[in-house]
């Protein structure tokens, strides 16, 4: 009698495994399947439609951490999913307008949970750009402005970046990769270890970390459901109607300036974080738009 390879026992077993699954019942196959817990694991998974190898033993691996990690922090990722609900609309026609891939608003989820979040090293907003690196990309960075903040203008300097980091490694993944490690910091990588994909790539930890938390993010915030996330559309934060003014001149007092809008200067900083300081000095007579909202407060 010929021995059997261990090959062919291995996949007789997930042969037989699939039909199981295939045959069980829905409410056993959901159970199967871990669905609705923080356990489910999809089949398949992509970013800007690159698909990530998940039969790579140590992909595979990765990508569930960072899936459990994030399905467990209960809080912080129903936070996130309402917020998105307030900030992507605003994201998603510029990265269009760009030609970036919808799929980098998830990037914004993981470097900021969508707040204007400040980093240990100096990093700011949705975006969490550091000074030079916004300026460089057109945004004003200064004591009584700081447009890191801004979010519309944000996106679009991130877009500069995403495009660039395109154009130089051929695919969005590694673009994405080197918003975390830097261009330089990856391409030096892809040199000394002569490979030019992200998954077959050794980096440090946090960047290696990266485009697995980008991800998981993108799969529970699309999925929520079979995470255990049930939020519902009256619970998520929405967009509060503004009207805007063009300004071109200093503001000597933004809390008078506020209550001439019938608002509050708690309400003008909310809208407009971008104002830093209590007044705006405006020597060169730049044009500012200012939201002023006109409802919810």
Known sequence: MKKVSVLGIVLLVLFASGLFVFALSGDDKKKSLHEGTSQYFPTTVDFAGEKAPLQIADVKERF???????????SSTILII?????????I?????QYGVPDDFKYLAVIES??????????????WQFMPETAKEKGMEVN?????RYHLQKSTEAACKYLLVAKQKF?????AAASYNGGMNGVNT?????????YYDLLLTDETS?????????KEIMQHPNLYGFDVSKQEMYENIPTKTLEIDSSITDLATFAKAQGINYKILKIHNPWLRDKKLSNPTKKKYLIEIPTEGY
């Open 82 to 90: 309402k917020r998105a609900n307030r900030v992507f609309p605003i």
């Open 92 to 96: 998603e026609p510029i990265l269009k």
């Open 143 to 147: 004591d009584g402005v700081d447009e």
């Open 189 to 197: 990588k892809i040199s000394e270890q002569q490979v030019s994909d």
């Open 113 to 126: 949970a969508l707040t204007n979040a400040v980093s240990a090293s100096g990093a700011k907003g949705v």
């Open 64 to 74: 569930d951490r960072e899936l459990l990690v994030n399905a467990n922090l209960h």
């Open 209 to 217: 970390r990266y485009v697995f938390r980008i991800l998981a993010l």
């Open 170 to 174: 051929g695919n969005w993944t590694l």
